[in-house]
DNA sequence: CGGGATCCGACGGGATACTG
DNA sequence: CAGTATCCCGTCGGATCCCG
């Protein structure tokens, strides 16, 4: 019986998968990417560019978005610090949200990201047709 | 029988965010949000900002990336105009993979988001520490 | 070497109903 | 008003097998 190599090719690449999930896990652009690319949290992070809004005001202004989703994504959004909620104790409850500085820090990469699709999004749908054809 | 409404509230809802969806489907930012926050976009952008490489070339840089879905995401590129694909007829076949000038130009926008995210990360780190806390 | 085709499990997210 | 809880279905993406 020979040195056989205890684990197959297979295993290996998966082991190197597994190693590179774990490093794109870590890495900080991933991170924010996952976080804008979020359908609702840009659409959120505009909203709020003029100043705080209410539950009810951020459910009309980003007309789309669900109960469940308006909620979820406020949530994260604040865990990571990027917009307080305040809830003022009265009948009927308020809850106000607005950017932090951190939060407000991020409108200017949001800025560039439309700045750069309004700009080349023609191109892009030019080279669509012409693929397609 | 008074002038009721055809429509309820709920119904109205519902068309009300189907026109939402409509409109977010056209918006230039939303579709290169849905780009760019595709798991493996920005690495092949980054992957070939230093020059052409091959599919099995990419397929080793980017280790995490399944068959399927490095050429999935390469057609969706290409079809897109962001990267070029050259195929070298030979035994056996080479495939050269390109940024265009337009992929190229979408590079800064990238790095914007990368900048923001290794600047501001351990912040948001620590506030959501402070969250769950 | 550079894919295409197929199957299938996980999960993101909408609809709905209920609550402090 | 501002949520929470549950169900449920569609899609994304990995695994696997096959091909020119």
Not at 66 to 81: A, H, P, V
Not at 88 to 95: I, K, L, S, Y
Request: glycine content about 4%; proline content about 5%; overall charge positive.
């Amino acid at each position: 019986m020979t040195a056989m190599p205890t684990r197959t090719a297979d295993q290996q690449r998966t082991q190197e998968r597994a190693r590179y999930d774990a490093y794109l896990a870590e890495c900080p652009a991933r991170q924010l990417l996952d976080r804008i690319s979020d359908k609702w949290v840009s659409l959120l992070l505009n909203a709020l560019a003029d100043g705080p809004q209410r539950y009810s005001e951020l459910h009309r202004t980003v007309a789309g978005v669900s109960q469940k989703m308006l909620t979820q994504t406020l949530r994260t959004l604040e865990r990571d610090g990027l917009l307080t909620r305040t809830v003022t104790a009265a009948v009927p409850v308020r809850v106000d949200y607005a950017l932090t500085p951190l939060g407000r820090s991020l409108l200017p990469v949001v800025a560039a990201v439309k700045d750069w699709a309004e700009t080349h999004i023609e191109e892009v749908h030019a080279a669509r047709r012409a693929y397609d054809a």
